[in-house]
Nanobody, 121 residues
Framework: QVQLVESGGGLVRAGGSLTLSCEAS????????VAWYRQAPGKQRDLVAT???????NYADSVKGRFAISRDNAKKIIYLQMNSLKPEDTAVYYC???????????????WGQGTPVTVSS
């Protein structure tokens, strides 16, 4: 069974930092683009950052300069380093990945279960 499991969320004061991890497990041949999304209570799920399997990154304007996405392809872990956190960063953070389980199968899109982040003022 292929799955994504996020960890690292929690409660932090404004100005603090957290590092989220997303670990992919199961029979995986290759992981393509991975993204972090977040969903605040009562709001839609928004894209936060993406990273291609070549390491190219992209960020939402609201987190540029504060968040950094990275990946360890050997360990199949994707990170989201979050610095200078603000109360408006409070949300459940989800990992999303496009991957193949073998060279001749169709790509899959997977979501993790989410990890909550609360930033107090």
């Amino acid at each position: 069974q292929v799955q994504l499991v996020e960890s690292g969320g929690g409660l932090v004061r404004a100005g603090g930092s957290l590092t989220l991890s997303c670990e992919a497990s199961g029979n995986i041949f290759v992981i393509y683009t991975v993204a972090w999304y977040r969903q605040a209570p009562g709001k839609q799920r928004d894209l936060v950052a993406t990273i291609t399997n070549g390491g190219r990154t992209n960020y939402a304007d609201s987190v540029k300069g504060r968040f950094a996405i990275s990946r360890d392809n050997a360990k199949k872990i994707i990170y989201l380093q979050m610095n200078s956190l603000k109360p408006e960063d409070t949300a459940v953070y989800y990992c999303n990945a496009n991957l193949r389980t073998s060279y001749n199968t169709q790509p899959l899109e997977l979501w993790g279960q989410g990890t909550p982040v609360t930033v107090s003022s």
